[in-house]
């Protein structure tokens, strides 16, 4: 079922690559994945297998397969493995702090007192 949609996007972002014999390129997965900082390289380089650069069929096939018709544990892993740098099969404190100090800083508007919604019952 996925498999046919998964194939229309790899033939759009491909279309979109400086060298569509070898597959996606970092700049076209970044733009469509819209990972802030960071996250958005480890997503590049976990997709990327064979670290060649590019996200070949079966690469992007492999990656959206594991993210999105996977179990639970199989798409843990993988969001694991983005934030595990070194690929020591561990998320220190420093894999943790690289993350945070690449995200972008976003001005957020303070909730000032209680809104309709959290008086009657529901979120902030």
């Known amino acids: 079922m996925c498999i046919p949609y998964f194939k229309d ?3 759009d972002l491909n279309s979109r690559s400086d060298d569509k014999t070898k597959g996606i ?3 076209s997965i970044l733009e ?5 900082g ?3 390289e480890r997503f590049f380089q976990v997709m990327d297998l064979n670290n ?3 996200v070949d069929y079966r690469e992007f096939l492999t990656g959206l397969l594991r993210i999105y018709c996977s ?3 199989q798409r ?3 969001v694991f493995e983005i934030y595990d740098f070194n690929g020591d099969g561990l998320v220190s404190k420093e894999d943790i702090s690289t993350i945070l100090s690449y995200m972008p800083v976003t001005k957020s508007t303070p909730v000032l007192g209680e809104g309709k919604f959290t008086q009657e019952g529901g979120g902030a």
């Open 38 to 40: 960071m996250l958005g």
């Open 52 to 54: 060649d650069g590019y």
């Open 76 to 78: 843990t892993k993988f």
């Open 71 to 73: 179990t639970f544990e």
């Open 32 to 36: 469509y994945a819209a990972l802030p």
């Open 25 to 27: 390129n970092r700049l």
């Open 9 to 11: 996007i790899y033939k």
